[in-house]
C-alpha cells in the first residue's frame, strides 16, 4: 500500500535504523588468515617489479595484504616467505623487496597517522596545550585524549583524570591511549613547540585517528586499549577499496 501524498510515514517507519554495511575482508599473504582492512597493511608493488608500502590504499593494481607485527615481518624476510607469499600474490617472482621493507612500512604508517592529525588539528578538532585540553576534557569536549611515549606519568595522570571526568567514568581508569610518537616526532609534524599531549573533540575526528593508530600499534607489536569509547561506537568507516 503506497503512502498518500504528503501523509507522513509512522516513527516506527520513518525512524527504522540503516542496516550497518559488512566492513570488507582481506587475507594475509603469510597467515592465510583474514580480517578487516582496518587491521591489515597493503603492500603495492611498482612497475619495475619494486615492492613498497601503500598505507594510503591508493596504488593501482593488485595489492598484497599483511597481518602481521614489524618483528614477524623481518622473520618472514630473512627466510624468504615473504618473498613466497609476494610472489603467489602478485602472481610473478620477478619482485625486487627491498632489506628495509619492515622499516618502510613503519615509517609509511607513522606518516599517515601523522597527517591524519595535522588535518584534524587545521579544521580546529585538535587542540593542544595541557591547560586548554584539561579544561575542555572536564565539560566533556575531548572525546580522545593522547600522549607523547615520553609524557610524564603525572601529566598523564592528571589529564586522564580530567577526560573520566567530563565522561562521567570516574572510578573506571580508563586512560588516554600513549601514541608510539615521542614529543619530538609530533612538534616537527605538527608545527608546534614541545607537543606532548592531543585531545580530538569531535567523535568522527577520533574515529579518523584510531584508524591509524590502532594499525601503526598493531605493527609495533604494541597492546591496543580495549575500550575505544564514544569514537568507535558512534562512527562508520568511509573508506573505499
Known amino acids: 500500500m503506497r503512502t498518500p501524498p504528503n501523509e507522513r510515514l509512522s516513527p516506527d517507519i520513518a525512524e527504522a535504523p540503516r542496516p550497518r554495511k559488512s566492513e570488507p575482508e582481506r587475507r594475509c ?36 595484504w599483511v597481518c602481521s607485527s614489524r618483528e614477524q615481518i623481518e622473520k618472514a ?6 618473498k613466497g607469499g609476494l610472489s603467489r600474490a602478485f602472481k610473478t617472482g620477478d619482485l625486487e623487496i627491498p632489506e628495509n621493507l619492515p622499516e618502510k612500512i613503519e615509517e609509511a604508517l607513522t606518516r599517515v597517522l601523522l597527517d591524519r592529525l595535522g588535518l ?4 580546529g578538532a585538535l587542540i593542544l596545550g595541557t591547560q586548554r585540553i584539561a579544561e575542555t576534557a572536564r565539560m566533556g569536549g575531548v572525546a580522545l585524549l593522547l600522549h607523547a611515549s615520553d609524557a610524564s606519568e603525572d601529566g598523564r595522570k592528571k589529564l586522564d ?42 567523535d568522527a575526528s577520533a574515529a579518523r585517528v584510531l584508524k591509524p593508530l590502532k594499525r601503526l600499534m598493531h605493527y609495533l607489536g604494541q597492546d591496543i586499549p580495549t575500550e575505544y569509547g564514544r569514537a568507535e561506537m558512534r562512527a562508520g568507516d568511509d573508506t573505499n577499496d
Open 77 to 82: 624476510l630473512a627466510d624468504g616467505k615473504l
Open 120 to 123: 584534524e588539528m587545521r579544521v
Open 29 to 64: 599473504i603469510l597467515s592465510g588468515e583474514t580480517d578487516t582492512r582496518d587491521a591489515l597493511v597493503r603492500l603495492a608493488v611498482s612497475p619495475s617489479g619494486l615492492v613498497l608500502p601503500d598505507a594510503q590504499e591508493k596504488a593501482p593494481g593488485r595489492g598484497a
Open 161 to 202: 583524570q580530567a577526560w573520566r571526568v567530563g565522561r562521567e567514568a570516574e572510578g573506571s581508569g580508563e586512560r588516554g591511549w600513549t601514541l608510539p610518537l615521542d614529543r619530538d616526532a609530533l612538534s616537527v609534524a605538527l608545527g608546534r613547540d614541545n607537543v606532548v599531549h592531543l585531545g580530538l573533540t569531535h
